[in-house]
Every structure is written in structure tokens, then in C-alpha cells.
């Protein structure tokens, strides 16, 4: 189990682009799949992108060609990079992990037993 730690949250004017960070300790991200959830208001729980340890990246439909995973493993640090903000992606952003490479089930919230507290993104427009 990993203890995470999301941080980069804050008020966007639309069209911005912030950049979510997440950290690791207790254990490093080795062997596990790293992924990004928000939950909007009123909204389910849903899965934006995910890379695993070896760096293969994978997107949500909705966010492809906007949003960026990327790792700076020395740093045991995973991030998202969110571009062209929309007032859609208002949400709390977690950050979570699982054992293992990127499957069809790691697009599931139930797939993570290591999870962040999140962190609010609201975009004004």
C-alpha cells in the first residue's frame, strides 16, 4: 500500500492549465499502475488516465489531446497536466495506484487500494 498525496488544486479560469502533482511514500511506484479520478458535483466517480511504472500512458476519451500523465520516478511523483480547461472539469482529482500494469479493469475505481484525499479543481468561466 502506498500513502498518496495530491497537491496543485486550486480556482482555473477556463482555458487554463494547471498541473496536479502526486505523491508517494511509504512504498515507491514500482510495479504498480499510477491513475487520475475526479468526481464532479452531483456526478460519479470517473476515471481521466493512468501510466504505468514503465511509462505507458492511457486516456480517458474525454480528456485525450488535453491532459498529460507523466512521472518523475526518482522523485516517486506522478503528475497530470491539464490544458484548455473546461467548466466540465470541475472536480476533486485523486490520485491512485495498483499493483500491476494497465488493464481493462484500471479504468475502475475498484482496481486501487492506495488512494490520495484529493484536490479541488474549479474552473471559472
Known amino acids: 500500500q502506498l500513502q498518496l498525496v495530491e497537491s496543485g488544486g486550486g480556482l482555473v479560469q477556463a482555458g487554463g492549465s494547471p498541473r496536479l502533482s502526486c505523491a508517494a511514500s511509504g512504498r515507491t511506484f514500482s510495479e504498480h499502475t499510477v491513475g487520475w479520478f475526479r468526481q464532479g458535483p452531483g456526478k460519479e466517480r470517473e476515471w481521466v488516465a493512468a501510466?504505468?511504472?514503465?511509462?505507458?500512458?492511457y486516456y480517458a476519451d474525454s480528456v485525450k489531446g488535453r491532459f498529460t500523465i507523466f512521472s518523475d520516478n526518482a522523485k516517486n511523483t506522478v503528475y497530470l497536466q491539464m490544458n484548455s480547461l473546461k467548466s466540465e472539469d470541475t472536480a476533486v482529482y485523486y490520485c491512485a495506484a495498483h499493483i500491476g500494469g494497465f488493464g481493462p479493469t484500471s479504468r475502475q475505481n475498484y482496481k486501487y487500494d492506495s488512494w490520495g484525499q484529493g484536490t479541488q479543481v474549479t474552473v471559472s468561466s
Open positions: 501510466e504505468t511504472w514503465t511509462g505507458y500512458a
